[in-house]
């Protein structure tokens, strides 16, 4: 494991314009970036952000992309392209055709409930050296739930890249407190009266 | 809406060399492409795809690509990436967060139940040239809902691309005899006795 503990503080200018520019404040510190992220996707934002993830990770050998369907996809699709490597991504059902798996628990936050997901491990194997990636940190429930599948693998985590991170919630100072390499594009510090205040 | 109804038999070579070499057929008319579609993704092929998708569409203005999370996200991506145009997604379940929505019902072949999909009127608009991009077509009940949210909305539907296609099950033959252009990568005419048999 990687263990640059650095904290990135820098924001990546093309996604902090149009966070500020297209994003949505909604009270309860929700940040809505459907037009550009969650619900339509501009590719060439989603370009420029892999290539910051690639410039970011240039120091680390990265054999294998791992996500979480279905939001974390995109990103990871377009990163692997660049890389050269494949994408897995970890299921939130155990699909009937499919045995042979690696599963965990992740709580969700948003749903108060445990779920189960599940990868192959065809897919994921020891000594692979994988760059998880997802469009947001939060409490890092997910983030923790691909270190355990890592860990039954007997994989190597590189680190972890998110598009938008909420560092009013737990989940970075705590993937960084256990010495992983986590590097988040934006690095949101409040949302309070609906109000986006950046990390500087 | 494009009238070109020729149905396109070719099967495009590197698709259908995997298909046979990490394809697995199992009982009741099931291909598994987890190790390079649906559960790992290999963004070489991905991209290869795309690029005859490309082609393929090479005579229609498009100014859109929509899909159905989660499956055909990859896809879609790489393709909009290549066109250089907006992705959609359309949604599963309806966020919290979102209003403004077109819905509508598809009926699930495998679950043999109804589940409701949406998208926001924000990003599927009036005179928009969308083509549709999902991984499998085979009874067509998902591309049933994006025409029908595609009316709503009074878009216009370019076409619809599929990787793998089971012209055993009728979503093909229905789509074609609509009118509507659509080009698989792979027509799959049996998959009888575990056997995989493309179209000629």
Redesign the interface.
Known sequence: MDIDTKLDTINFPPLKERILKNGIC?EGG?L?V??FI???????L??EMSIEIVKRFANSKIDKIITI??SG??PA??L??FL??????V?KKK?A??DNMLTTTVYSFTKKTNYDVC??K??LAKGDNVLFVDDFLANGHAANGIIDLINQAQANLVGMAFLIEKSFQEGGKKLREMGIKVESLAIIDSLDNCEIKFKE
């Open positions: 909604l929700i809505k459907d037009s969650n619900h339509q996707i501009d590719p060439n989603l370009k369907e279905a996809i995109a699709i377009m692997a392209f050269n490597v494949n994408v897995v991504f299921k699909p055709t499919m990868v192959s065809d897919f």
